[in-house]
């Protein structure tokens, strides 16, 4: 039987934030039995991160607000 395609990961955490950059954490979704290769990270639609692992500290390149859904 064929793997099937993994699940979409849960909403991210954040686990540290200031204002040029914000560090998350999420979930790893079930695999489906396939292996999950990497995550790309999207802020506003443009890719800003790829990461092998569910942590990610991204470098945003305009100041963020405190209590500001991104």
């Known amino acids: 039987m ?6 979409a990961p849960a909403a991210p955490t954040k686990i540290e934030a200031s204002p040029i950059f914000v ?3 999420w979930q790893a979704p079930l695999t489906g039995g396939s292996p999950i290769l990497g995550y790309n990270v999207y802020s506003g639609g443009a ?17 963020i607000t ?4 991104y």
């Open 2 to 7: 064929a793997a099937q395609k993994p699940s």
């Open 23 to 25: 560090q998350v954490l």
């Open 47 to 63: 890719l800003v991160a790829t990461t092998a692992s569910n942590v990610v500290q991204v470098i945003l390149t305009s100041n």
């Open 66 to 69: 405190p209590g500001q859904t």
